[in-house]
Structure formats: C-alpha cells, structure tokens
C-alpha cells in the first residue's frame, strides 16, 4: 500500500505536527526509524553515498556513449551541445521539483503516488505506467547493446544466448536485495566517472595536437568541416532532442529510490545537488568533447557493423592513431551496460511494486518477501528485457530507433506531470495556511522553473516528432506520437472505471506521509548531534 493519503478524511491526516520530533518507541511513529518500511515491505538499504553517486552518475549506459554518434550524425556537433544544454536545463528544473515533493513526502511510489495525492489517481495510474515504459525500454536497449558487444567480441555464442545468461545473472543479483544493488551502482558510477574524465584529457590533448605523430592540432575543425549543424540546420536539433532526453531519463530515479534510503532528509537534497554537477560534467561535457574529436560524417556513426564502433569515443581514438582503441571502448561500454541494465530492473521494479501495492497495476506485482524484495516485480521488469531481440529481426539499429522514441516520448510526459504536481502541492500548501519556511527542501526560482518545466516539456512532446511530418513517415509518426493519447486512454478509463476524484487544493491531505531519517534515532540516543556545528571534514564523511 501507498503511504500517501487521499483526502482529509483519511485517519492518517490527524497527526498532529505539533507533537516532539524525538523517536517514541511506543507509537507507531516509531516506524520512522526501522529498517523495513512498514507500508511497501521494502528494506531502507541505501546509503547516503549510494543515492549521491546514483544521481552523479548513476543510470547512465551505453545509450550516452553509442547513442550519441547517431545524434551527432544527424545534427552536428553544435545541435549537439544546444540538445543536451536544453534538456540539461529542463531536468535541472524538473529535479528542483522533485527534490521540493520528495524530501517532505519520501513515500513508496515517488511522483506516481504524488499524483494521486495532488491531482487524481487516474493521473497517478497514467504517470506510472508511462514511466515503466520508459524503464523496459531503456533496459531492452541496454540488453542489446551489451550483447552485441560480447558477439563482437565473440560469435560463437549466438545473440539470444548471451541474452539469455545475462538475463539469469541480473535476476540472480536483483534478488540479493537493495543493499547489494546500491554498492554495485555506486562503484560502477565511479568507474563511468574515471573513465569519463580519462576521454577528456585524452580529447584535450588531441585537439591541442599533442598526440604522437600528429601534424597539426585538431582544434575545432569538425565544427567547420562538415559543419556545426551539419547542414540540417533546426530539423537536426529537433531530432537531437528526442536522444537527448532518452540520455537524461534516469536524473528522476533519486525519488524511487528515496523510500529504500535510511537518511532521505539528509540523502534526497544531496542528491538533487549532484544532479547539477551530472548536467555540466557529464552531458554538457561528452557533448563538446565528442563534437570536437569525431566528424558528423563519419561513415561509422550510422554503418558500423559492431555497437563500439558506433562511439564517437571509438572513431576519435581510431583517427588519432589506435585502431585497437575499440577493445577499450568496448570494454568501457560493457562496464556502462552492467550499470545500466541493474539500474533499469531496479527502477522498474520498484515503479511496478508501488502500483501493484496500490491498485494501479496486478496485486501479485506488490508483494515482497521477508527481505524486503520485491521478487515479481523484478521477474516481471527483466522479462521485459526480450524486447531486445527486436533487433534479430529488424536490425540494430532501427530497433534502437524505436526503443530510443518511446523512452524519449515518456520522459518528457513524466517530466511534465512532475513539474505540474508540483504547482499543485504548492497551490495546495499556501491555501491550507502552510509557511513556506516549513519545507525542509525549497525548489529554486519557484513558481518560474515549475512553470518553465511543465511548459517546456509540452513543447517537447510534439516537436520531437516534427521531422516525420516532411517528408511524411507513417511509421515514424507513429512510433513519435502514439504515448499521448495512450496517456489519455490511462487516464480516463482508469477515472471512468473508478469513479476517482480530481481533488482541490482545500482537499488535499498534506500531513500523512512524511519520514523521518532512520539515523534520527541513534543521533537522538547521543543527545542530538548538530552535524551543522562539526568540522566540514566530519559532515562530508558522513556522506560516505
């Protein structure tokens, strides 16, 4: 079941906001500080750390570092920075929101329980299934990008052989629980990390001619040949959009996870910080690097015959003079995979556990063992991972091409329904007479970046098919466009079926739901320790 409550009138809504904060081992309050959260059955196993390198770095795959050579391709490296700057933008805004909803409310569900709490279930039921689509999608590109690699590596073993060890190993880690999830991720980011940083100064070093046997520095001469839009002009940064916001779909997971943290007043705001530092080092900075080191018109962004050699990170280690370099990027992309498919059964599962808890997807996809672990849900998730060998049938790359879509097309409605949730929590705050002071977590530049996040994400949902109106492509259109009015189909059936109420400001139930960090209670036992008034040293190892 949802910890949120629906209304005034839930028993929940009593407590009253006046009583101690210290832990009472006598009331049910006492809840706040176990380790199993008494609502979801899910275990509070990720630290602070885990959360913080999840938003770093967390989530991010192959799609970023295949991917973008198609996004290059199409746009040039100019539309290519201008896409992952604006959408930067866009999720920075959209996880001020979140990080506002998600520190006072760190509830099972995240922002499709949010929905039901602000605006109406059928809202909540319709984010939450576009946001598993988003979630079996990007684990079926992940899927096919890793075993093509080990095909590349070897064939001996066909594609839906690898598939098939892979999908029995995820499922086997899943099943050890979230603890072991958020150690992996974390050391797996942290490898993402220095790998990142080792192409940039390789990409420096190269632009700057210091490569050996090297005649003339690189500088910016991919920008002039073939182009900085490589003449597709707006058409291109439109389709760069649609890759773009697969690449950032991920930043939002911090809010699924937050009912699996011990500390999320402490470990949410950290992490909706870190966010940032993901948008300018990571994105915006594998733009620029790969615009400045691999032509748009390399024949091998769109026609290689391996996922590697289809990495800008490939072609511009290949042209400085290492044709070998593929076996390191390959290795570098299987790294990025591992990551990528764990994260995408974790935050599948997760999404499919909170609905089934709730009403909004099958009962049995709800439950949990003893441990905490949701076990259907993580069958179910994975099992979703076939689509993958679409590509069997239709070739890797326009199997990319409509997984890359529907994820896309998902993001930016979810995205939007945060943003909107949002308003609505705020318009629901200041009618109740509730001070904004009270809000352990404050969105920046509130109401313009709410504003400014629904907007833009509107705005998105129908350019990012512009390019299959001329020349007409039926197929394309389609695959662009087909989620609206699916969410509009969610939304009213589910509301016509069961009659659920669109709730006003005035209605809306503010006080269940809240958490206090599992912490609380062993820092209250040693008489409240203000981590405010340590050495700044002491407060950054608490992190860790």
């Not at 684990?139 to 075993?147: D, F, T, V, W």
């Not at 958020?182 to 980011?189: S, V």
């Not at 080191?293 to 050699?309: I, Y």
């Amino acid at each position: 079941m949802s910890t949120t409550g629906f209304g005034p009138s839930d028993p929940r809504s009593s407590t009253d906001p006046s009583d101690p904060p210290g832990p009472d081992k006598n009331d049910s309050s006492s809840d706040d500080f176990g380790l199993m959260d008494p609502e979801s059955g899910v275990k509070r196993g990720l630290k602070t750390r885990h959360l913080s390198m999840m938003a770093l770095a967390g989530i991010i795959g192959p799609g970023l570092l295949i991917g973008s050579g198609g996004a290059l391709a199409n746009g040039g490296p100019a539309s290519l920075l201008i896409g992952f700057g604006v959408i930067g933008i866009i999720a920075f805004s959209i996880m001020q929101s979140l990080g506002e909803l998600t520190t006072l409310y760190p509830s099972g569900g995240a922002f499709t329980a949010l929905g039901d709490r602000f605006v109406d279930k059928a809202f909540g039921v319709a984010i939450g299934w576009n946001y598993f689509i988003i979630w079996f999608a990007v684990l079926a590109n992940e899927y096919n990008a890793l075993c093509s690699i080990f095909v590349f590596w070897s064939d001996a073993i066909p594609l839906w052989g690898y598939f098939l060890i892979f999908w029995f190993a995820f499922t086997a880690f899943q099943l050890l629980g979230v603890a072991s999830f958020g150690e992996a991720e974390f050391w797996l980011a942290l490898m993402k990390l220095v790998g990142l940083v080792a192409f940039f100064i390789f990409s420096i070093v190269y632009a700057a001619g210091g490569i050996k046997g090297q005649e003339t520095p690189l500088g910016f001469r991919y920008w002039h040949d073939p182009g900085a839009f490589n003449g597709n002009g707006f058409r291109g940064v439109a389709t760069v959009f649609v890759f773009c916001s697969t690449f950032y779909a991920g930043v939002e997971s911090v809010a699924v996870a937050a009912t699996e943290t011990k500390n999320p007043r402490v470990a949410v705001p950290l992490a909706i910080r870190q966010v940032f530092w993901r948008i300018l080092f990571i994105y915006l900075g594998s733009a620029f690097f790969f615009g400045l080191t691999c032509p748009a018109n390399a024949p091998e962004l769109v026609t290689a015959h391996a996922k590697a050699l289809q990495s800008p990170m490939t072609i511009a280690i290949q042209n400085a003079g290492w044709e070998g370099g593929v076996h390191l990027i390959n290795a570098f992309i299987c790294v990025t995979c591992i990551s990528a498919c764990n994260a995408s059964i974790y935050i599948g599962s997760r999404t499919l556990l909170f609905m089934g808890q709730d009403g909004k997807a099958p009962k049995i996809l709800g439950w949990t063992d003893k441990r905490g672990v949701p076990i259907p849900a993580i069958l179910f998730t994975n099992m979703c991972g076939a689509l993958s060998m679409m590509n069997i049938s239709t070739g890797a790359g326009k199997a990319y091409g409509y997984i890359v879509n529907l994820s896309g097309v998902s993001t930016f409605l979810v995205w939007g329904s945060i943003a909107f949730i949002h308003i609505r929590f705020r318009k629901a705050w200041a009618v109740q007479g509730m001070s904004e002071a009270d809000l352990p977590f404050k969105s920046m530049f509130y109401p313009w970046n709410a504003y400014f996040g629904l907007a833009a994400n509107i705005l998105l949902v129908f350019v990012q098919g512009w390019t299959n109106l001329a020349p007409f492509d039926a197929a394309g259109f389609v695959d662009a466009y087909i989620l609206l009015p699916l969410f509009v189909v969610i939304y009213l059936g589910y509301k016509w079926w069961n009659k659920t109420k669109f709730w006003r400001p005035h209605e809306v139930d503010l006080l269940s739901g809240r958490r206090r960090d599992v912490d609380e209670d062993r820092e209250a036992a040693r008489g409240g320790i203000d981590t405010k008034q340590q050495p700044w040293w002491k407060r950054l190892g608490k992190n860790f």
